[in-house]
């Protein structure tokens, strides 16, 4: 169940890239790259962080060919047809979303700290994320633009750590923390939730002193008729 949903994961992110692509106007090669980029840079990080060799996708064929099959099966569609406007945004909260607990568990599983596994978690999902829309010319990055989305991930981190340390095992952390993730993205992208904005104070209009008269003006109040 958890290689079903971390291929899930993915998939979503494989399907971004592409989608990031197809919207800058790059040709399939550039799809390929991205599609590639979006799914695989988080957990490269996470790897390389943790000393972890050689990195997880290097090994894994079936990973490989399931990126280059969402890849390519999403090019044909969108060869014929056009997706909504914020199809880009519901797939890239489903790959953040798994892909943000796949990162805690892997952290948690290397004994590391609890700071260490949220911060390895988010990430974990984010990264993806940046470099995708860095490639595709789009700055500033998703990460940048929108408020709740590595907030989104940091509580799904926080959430699968708490469960983790309550004896709940992976099979029922992991789809709780990444339906933590999703819901509070999914709030963010059609309830525009975001987190509280400081405004910043204006300055208090200095007191308008009232105008002197001009000096030739007074003089001639006092002048004889």
């Known amino acids: 169940m958890l290689h079903a949903l971390y291929l899930l994961g993915i998939s979503a992110f494989a399907a971004s890239g592409v989608l990031a692509a197809h919207r800058a106007r ?35 064929w079936q990973l490989l060919a399931v990126i280059g099959l969402v890849a390519v099966v999403t090019m044909a569609y969108l060869h014929r047809w056009e997706l909504p406007h914020r199809t880009l945004m519901i797939v890239d909260a489903l ?10 568990r892997a952290a948690v599983e290397a004994h590391v700290t609890p700071l260490a596994v949220i911060i390895l978690a988010v990430l974990t999902g984010v990264t993806g994320e940046v470099v995708r829309d860095v490639l595709c010319g789009q700055f500033p990055p998703l990460l940048l633009r929108e408020e709740v989305y590595a907030t989104a991930a940091l509580a799904g981190a926080v959430c699968y750590l708490l469960l983790d340390r309550a004896g709940a095992g992976p099979g029922l952390a992991t789809p709780v923390a990444a339906g933590v993730v999703f819901v509070l993205r999914m709030a ?29 003006r007074r003089d001639e109040s006092y002048a004889a008729p």
């Open 95 to 104: 790959g953040l979303s798994v892909v943000t607990v796949i990162g805690a």
């Open 188 to 216: 963010a992208v059609f309830r525009g939730m975001h987190l509280p904005r400081s405004r910043p104070r204006l300055p208090h209009p200095e007191p308008r002193l009232p105008r002197s008269e001009p000096r030739h």
């Open 26 to 60: 790059m040709d399939p090669f550039g799809g390929l790259v991205l599609a590639f980029a979006a799914s695989v840079s988080g957990g490269t990080l996470r790897d390389v962080i943790l000393d972890r060799h050689p990195l997880y996708w290097t090994q894994d």
